[in-house]
């Protein structure tokens, strides 16, 4: 199944700490396949993301392995997509 992630910072919480952690995990799950598109937003507030999973709960997991969402520095908004 494909998903869009609208993942964005939570005010007042700073990434700087955990960047270098997320980064490493994205990377990862790009290079599974799990993450196909990764699109910054140039307000600098967080990112969209196409996102590969079996189901729900597969995405659920994959997004809670994010450093980012293990310590709410990050909200994930997430809707079924299917790619045209």
């Known amino acids: 199944m494909k998903f869009h992630v609208d993942a964005r910072f939570v005010e007042g919480k700073d990434p700087a700490p955990e960047m ?12 599974a396949g799990v993450i196909e598109q990764l699109i910054r ?7 969209f993301l196409i996102m590969e999973a079996p189901d729900a709960a597969a995405l659920e997991e994959a997004l809670e392995s994010l450093p980012f969402a293990r310590s709410s520095t990050m909200t994930f908004v997430v809707d079924v997509v299917e790619i045209l």
């Open 20 to 31: 270098a952690a997320e980064l490493a995990r994205v990377n990862e799950l790009r290079a």
């Open 41 to 47: 937003r140039t307000d600098d507030t967080g990112a």
